[in-house]
């Protein structure tokens, strides 16, 4: 299943020009707001038509201004998850869900409605009006009455960009769930770091329209210099582990990652679960010998192999713990003081306590990436 | 009170004739007016100022220049009435028919504002969402955009029905004054000023007139508060 985009358009003194292929499970489409990602987004629904270019999804091509050729949004089967939910306001949940089904011939509904519920967990709401559902329950239903019309293709655009941070938690598993259990591959548009680093395969950058970098998450979100300023702080390496075992006595879960054991909060997910963590930059400490008498727990073993300087004091260093790239964000006099260069052996210094539900999630089972 | 409930034959004619007339007005004119309220919501084309202004002339030219007009195209010697006359059989000139057409003519400016007004507050990201769902432009109309318009689309009747009850000079105009055939409420209502003793048969049909178009009003408040609640639009 690939994604196909090559699009120009422009609106007013917006213009956008952007081009990327994705066969991931979740690509993301990441960039500030303004970037034109929920034009594309649109673009690829069919809620505006290009004034140039090529979208193909699975082989169809959906629009191709070359050949005059443009698929209305009702026969892409392409389900979308808008950031403001639209709910139908005079049907009940139950029959919002039912809605896009009815539409989808017999032959090519797979979404089952009891699975859906159970999957979003929304089966007391059956009976319920939109106006009378929380913000959270909406999209829950909102995502559902998607599914239920048996998409080739999930559009995200920015689901919880509206949601406070509980709302956020709440529905972020069930997106996760969605990701691993349905087959339907989705794409996801975020401006948030923590959002794509726990859910997306792939990313897609976008910035003014453009298409900065592309590729699998791991290798996008070490780039900090691909991502806005303000949040430059959020972003670092990106690991995928499994759970080891848990440590009731001191309420621990112990990870294992190529980069090492890694230790943190205690986690409810059973040993062998797929776990992805994200550690920031700025949570990372880099020390020229194993440190002894210090309180944080992880201490990975590394190799420096990139070093950039970032704005004002700040130095990017990255870390490679064999073949995991961890980064840190140190100050230049730091770096003079130990005395940092390229390929020298460190140690990257990590709090166990740096791990919360914002950077550490659902991981994407191991044997099933890259 | 005795009086007042003792209607001869002839009042009973206009009271039931009147009722005829506007809800023939409005249902026939809700499926033009729908469509006109959706043109002029949603249409961007040369000459929409020139169809809103068009449709807006009866509500404020004189009704007995609207009537004249009427009897002009849609008389029997009219290019529409004869028209209609040979080919279908339709005949306007006094008969209940050409009252009910003049009742409609008057209340669609009405009504039409009525539905293009809630035309324009549905939000059309719902739409946009339905098609992404899979249903094509006609399905979306008729199972989102009809729906949220339903309380606009009652108001706009029911102005509709009130204003033709209420229709005189079109009305006496276009068919004239003719008991049992085109004598609606007003029309007997102003027979009755016109004779000596008839005081007490206007004073009847008037407080029938007030009954029943407060009933009407009423009518609409407990349908368009049904509709609302069963939507969750507080």
């Known amino acids: ?370 | 009170m005795n009086w007042l409930l003792d209607l001869t034959p002839d009042e009973w004619n206009a009271v039931r004739l009147s009722i005829k007339v506007a809800t023939v007005a409005m249902i026939v004119s809700l499926p033009p007016g729908i469509l006109i309220a959706l043109v002029l919501a949603r249409g961007q084309f040369w000459g929409k100022t020139l169809l809103n202004g068009l449709v807006h002339l009866p509500l404020i030219l004189p009704p007995v220049v609207t009537g004249y007009l009427l009897l002009l195209t849609f008389g029997r010697r009219g290019p529409a009435g004869a028209f209609l006359a040979e080919q279908f059989g339709i005949v306007f000139s006094f008969r209940w028919t050409g009252a009910a057409l003049a009742c409609g003519v008057m209340g669609f400016p009405l009504m039409v504002r009525a539905i293009r007004l809630s035309i324009e507050a549905v939000d059309r990201k719902m739409e946009a969402a339905a098609g992404t769902l899979g249903a094509n432009p006609l399905w979306v109309f008729g199972t989102i955009t009809l729906p949220l318009i339903l309380p606009g689309l009652i108001a706009g009747a029911i102005l509709s029905f009130a204003k033709a009850m209420g229709e005189f000079g079109a009305t006496i105009t276009f068919v004239s004054n003719i008991p049992n055939e085109t004598q609606t409420l007003p029309s007997a209502i102003y027979t009755f000023t016109q004779v000596p003793g008839g005081d007490a048969g206007a004073l009847r049909l008037t407080l029938i007139s007030i009954v029943v178009s407060m009933a009407a009003l009423v009518a609409s408040e407990v349908l368009a508060r049904h509709v609302g609640r069963r939507m969750d639009i507080e």
Not at chain 1, 30 to 35: L, M, N, R, Y
Not at chain 1, 129 to 158: N, T
Not at chain 1, 308 to 319: C, K
Request: charged share 25%; with cysteine.
């Open chain 1, 1 to 370: 299943m690939t994604v196909f985009v090559d699009i120009g358009h422009r609106l007013g003194d917006f213009g956008i020009d952007a081009r990327f292929e994705s066969a991931g499970r979740l690509t993301a489409l990441f960039g500030p707001s303004g970037s034109g990602k929920t034009t594309l987004i649109n673009l690829i629904a069919g809620l505006i038509r290009p004034d140039r270019g090529r979208i193909a999804v699975d082989g169809r091509v959906l629009v191709d201004t070359d050949a005059g050729l443009f698929v209305p949004k009702h026969k892409r089967r392409i389900g979308m998850v808008f950031q403001d939910a639209r709910l139908f306001p005079h049907m009940s949940v139950a029959a919002n869900l039912r809605y896009g089904r009815w539409f989808t011939p017999a032959a090519e509904r797979y979404a089952d409605i009891n699975a859906v519920v159970d999957l979003l967990g929304i089966g007391a709401l059956l009976e319920r009006r939109p106006a009378k559902l929380s913000g959270g329950e909406k999209q829950r239903v909102a995502i559902g009455r998607a599914l239920l019309a048996s998409p080739k293709l999930l559009l995200m655009d920015e689901p919880l960009a509206s949601l406070d941070e509980a709302r956020k938690a709440e529905i972020l598993p069930y997106i996760e769930r969605l990701r691993d259990e349905t087959k339907i591959p989705i794409v996801y548009v975020s401006h948030s770091i923590a959002e794509v680093a726990r859910l997306a395969s792939d990313v897609v950058v976008l910035a003014q329209g453009k298409v900065a970098a592309s590729g699998p998450t791991g290798a996008i979100m070490q780039r900090l210099d691909l991502l806005p300023a303000e949040e430059r702080g959020e972003g670092g390496g990106v690991l995928d582990t499994v759970v080891l075992r848990h440590d009731e006595a001191f309420g621990m879960t112990v990870l294992g990652s190529a980069a090492g054991e890694i230790r943190v909060p205690r986690l409810v997910m059973p040993a062998g679960a797929p776990v992805r963590v994200r550690i920031r930059a700025r949570d990372v400490m880099i020390a020229t010998e194993r440190p002894i008498g210090l309180s944080a727990l992880n201490i990975l073993p590394g190799t420096i192999v990139a070093m950039e300087p970032g704005e004002g004091a700040v130095v990017e260093v990255g870390i490679d713990c064999n073949g995991a790239t961890v980064l840190a964000r140190i100050t230049g006099q730091s770096r003079q003081a130990l005395k940092l260069r390229l390929g020298r052996k460190v140690f990257a210094v990590v709090k166990t306590v740096s791990f919360d539900s914002a950077n550490t999630g659902v991981g994407l089972p191991i044997e099933a990436d890259g």
